[in-house]
């Protein structure tokens, strides 16, 4: 019965990738068979993936490593402000508007600008990954640090917590799920912005991240390394938001109506 | 540890005119309880008591050194500490209490309420009652001077909520504490005070004092025609109260 159960769930999405990789085989191996190099089929791309699999392993811990420092910078940056400004609405009201601006600013856009001020190097990758991920923590935190109960805000005003006491033992703990729900939106976001950080600096050096890589591909029409690659940075984002959410699950599963089963 | 209200009004920043003035005395020890209609300000009144907002004009007088503890109608328990954490939090935001002396005073507050066997049980994981029962420990557990209870039992069903009257009941007069109860319910409010004073509709202002003179509250008094007297007598100046 168990067994069965289990089928039902993974059975038909398993079934839809079959059908599609096959379907995409029949393009490539006959609509598209003197254009191979537009669409190759799914078999020569897991070639193409294995025969450089060195090489895309490097350029995935590249950008997972220049990700993870984006994101672990957006995840402090962004806390840290979002407390501030939950401490006073004049605060709140003078820079709220510019953490919008984040969120509005093109990236693609402003990324030249920014390799041009770090340089051609990771620094600047990590930057653009710490700007796109950045808005969606600030913004989830300060709702959360605003959305205590009120009850709770009097009970701790009863017995004279400090403004330090009130933080930490109610407004931050409160404020969890809304910080989770924050992080798991930049987990995928800050693999996002590495690779674009990736494809500005991506011209100067060969053996740089995934976005380094995937340039490199299609300059030289290696259609299905460039497969192999999107296929790789996908996973990466994957990866990220699954160990977020995995994370964000330990933390609430004993109290948030969101992770109890 | 007598706290007096002496001529408290209340108008909110909207323009609501919520409490007329209004004068109270209550006694050390005593057990009294605020019944009025919905919105005439007696949740405010005592907010107004706790010091959690203040008056418009008037004021309220009780000893420097006392200790208060409030209980809401919600329970208002931290979701993310278990049953034991958060009797022990007062404590913490309280100073005074070794690490040590928190925890032997938690169980033996969790015992007194029945709580033995879920000290590592979630707030979730509570029925209504329970969490009530966790309410007032966490309060109980300062050893206060005085407890103002706003419409605790609101949330609970009848039956849950006659035994926690009596747990309540008992509760005061081991720890002789001075409580002042606001709730709607008038049974309740006959069943456990010394003194129940009726507020009228919006602005509340006092229409009657009531004095409950049971010497037993047991079972037994619910049923006896004395207490249905009382109850009903509170009730028809409810309904007349403007």
């Keep these: ?261 | 540890m007598t706290i007096s209200v002496s001529g408290v009004t209340k108008h909110f920043n909207g323009g609501v005119h919520a409490l007329s003035p209004l004068n109270l005395q209550i006694d050390t020890g005593e057990f009294i309880t605020v019944v009025g209609p919905s919105g005439c300000g007696k949740s405010t009144l005592l907010r107004i008591i706790a010091g959690l907002i203040d008056p418009t004009d008037g004021s309220v007088n009780k000893p420097d050194t006392s200790m208060g503890a409030f209980v809401f109608q919600d329970a208002a328990l931290l979701p993310w500490r278990n049953v034991q954490k958060n009797a022990e939090l007062l404590m913490e935001l309280e100073d005074g209490f070794s690490k040590k002396e928190r925890v032997t005073k938690a169980l033996e507050v969790l015992k007194q309420v029945g709580l033995e066997g879920f000290e590592k049980s979630y707030p979730h994981q509570l029925s209504g009652g329970m969490k009530m029962r966790l309410s007032l420990a966490r309060a109980l557990v300062l050893r206060p001077d005085y407890l103002l209870l706003d419409e605790p039992l609101s949330a609970v069903d009848e039956l849950t909520r006659e035994v926690l009257q009596e747990e309540i009941h008992t509760l005061w007069k081991f720890t002789k504490f001075t409580a002042i109860l606001v709730t709607h319910n008038v049974t309740e409010a006959v069943y456990l005070s010394n003194r129940v004073v009726v507020l009228s509709p919006r602005p509340g202002k006092i229409t009657h004092i009531v004095d409950i003179p049971f010497k037993e509250r047991d079972r037994k008094l619910r049923s006896s025609p004395k207490f249905a007297k009382l109850v009903g007598e509170i009730s028809g100046k409810l309904r007349n109260g403007h």
């Excluded at chain 1, 601006?101 to 990758?125: C, H, K, M, N, Y």
Aim: hydrophobic residues 55%.
């Design chain 1, 1 to 261: 019965m168990d067994i069965k159960r289990k089928l039902y769930f993974t059975l038909p999405p398993i079934l839809v990738l079959i059908i599609f990789l096959l379907v995409w085989s029949g393009f490539s191996n006959f609509i598209y068979a003197d254009m191979a190099f537009l669409l190759p089929s799914p078999l020569i791309v897991v070639q193409s993936f294995i025969s450089n699999f060195g090489d895309i392993f490097d350029a995935a811990m590249m950008t997972l490593s220049e990700a993870l420092s984006g994101f672990l910078l957006a995840i402090s940056i962004g806390i840290t402000s979002a407390a501030i400004m939950s401490q006073s609405k004049l605060l709140e009201r003078s820079f709220y508007p510019y953490a919008i601006l984040l969120q509005t600013v093109p990236v693609v856009a402003v990324a030249p600008l920014i390799v041009l001020w770090f340089g051609f190097d990771e620094r600047s990758v990590i930057i653009i990954s710490l700007i796109i991920s950045l808005f969606p923590i600030i913004n989830n935190t300060l709702l959360g640090l605003k959305s205590t109960s009120i009850n709770l805000v009097e009970l701790f005003q009863m017995h004279n917590s400090s403004r330090f006491v009130n933080f930490f033992k109610l407004r931050l703990p409160a404020a969890t799920p809304h910080i989770i729900a924050g992080m798991r939106i930049s987990a995928g976001l800050s693999v996002i912005g590495a690779i674009v950080g990736e494809f500005i600096i991506g011209s100067g050096n060969s053996n740089g991240g995934l976005g380094v890589q995937v340039i490199y591909a299609q300059g030289r029409l290696e259609t299905a390394l460039l497969f192999a690659l999107i296929l790789t940075a996908t996973l990466v984002g994957f990866l990220f938001f699954i160990t977020v959410s995995t994370l964000g699950h330990q933390l609430l599963r004993h109290w948030h109506e969101s992770e109890i089963a």
